[in-house]
């Protein structure tokens, strides 16, 4: 039987909450970005929740627990996926307005993991235009939304830190050592008793 020549990367899990203290009435959009060897073979590739408002209590978090089920294959882990995530709400004239950007790469570890992604919205570069933008309700934002997770043409985008966005993962790895990709970090793979144990010797 050959061996097996691709990978596969399965993600579950949570757009859990968010925090936006100065907005209410809140939704996400959410899609993923990969390299050119890597392919979904299952779950969606994007999605919308719903509108959620902030919770009455001190922390005055957007709750969605919208679920995550995505399942990737790969020959190679360059261009590792990323998700991205943008929110969106309304401003004081009722036009819908973006409230943040944020990515961050699936974790390359198998287990469950929590992000908590800070958010950042462009800026306008100029006094004037921040006060048009404002006044017609034409905020800036991006056209594609995917370009947050490159790195190209990112360093000329004014931008300006607003909120946090909380992401659970639950990832499961198949054949990725198979093909020589040892993911697990060294203090897992690798257990060391202290000597202090009354452990003298171990068995191989």
């Known amino acids: 039987m050959a061996a097996s020549s691709v990978f596969l990367v399965m993600v579950s899990g949570q757009i859990e909450s968010a925090e936006f ?32 408002k902030k919770s009455q209590d001190e922390r005055q978090q957007f709750v969605w627990n919208f679920p995550l089920d995505v399942t990737f294959k790969s020959t190679n882990p360059h261009g590792w996926p990323q998700v991205v995530v943008h929110c969106y709400g ?11 950007y944020g990515v961050c790469h699936i974790p390359i570890t198998p287990g469950r993991h929590k992000r908590k992604l800070a958010m950042f919205v ?61 993911v697990l970090p060294s203090d897992v793979s690798t257990v060391n008793v202290p000597e202090n144990v009354g452990m003298a010797t171990t068995e191989a």
Not at 29 to 49: A, N
Not at 157 to 178: E, P
């Open 21 to 52: 203290p100065e907005f209410d009435d809140i939704y996400c959009r959410y899609c993923f970005t990969y390299g050119q060897d890597w392919l979904i073979t299952s779950g969606l590739e994007e999605g919308i929740t719903q509108v959620t």
């Open 90 to 100: 309304p401003d004081v004239f009722g036009t819908e307005v973006v409230r943040g």
């Open 122 to 182: 462009p800026e306008s570069s100029s006094t004037l235009q921040k006060f048009t933008s404002w006044f017609l309700g034409r905020r800036p934002e991006y056209i594609d939304p995917r370009v947050i997770s490159q790195g190209e043409g990112r360093e000329v985008t004014r931008v300006r830190s607003q909120g946090f966005v909380t992401v659970s993962f639950n990832v499961v790895m198949k054949d990725l050592k198979k093909l020589g990709y040892d």
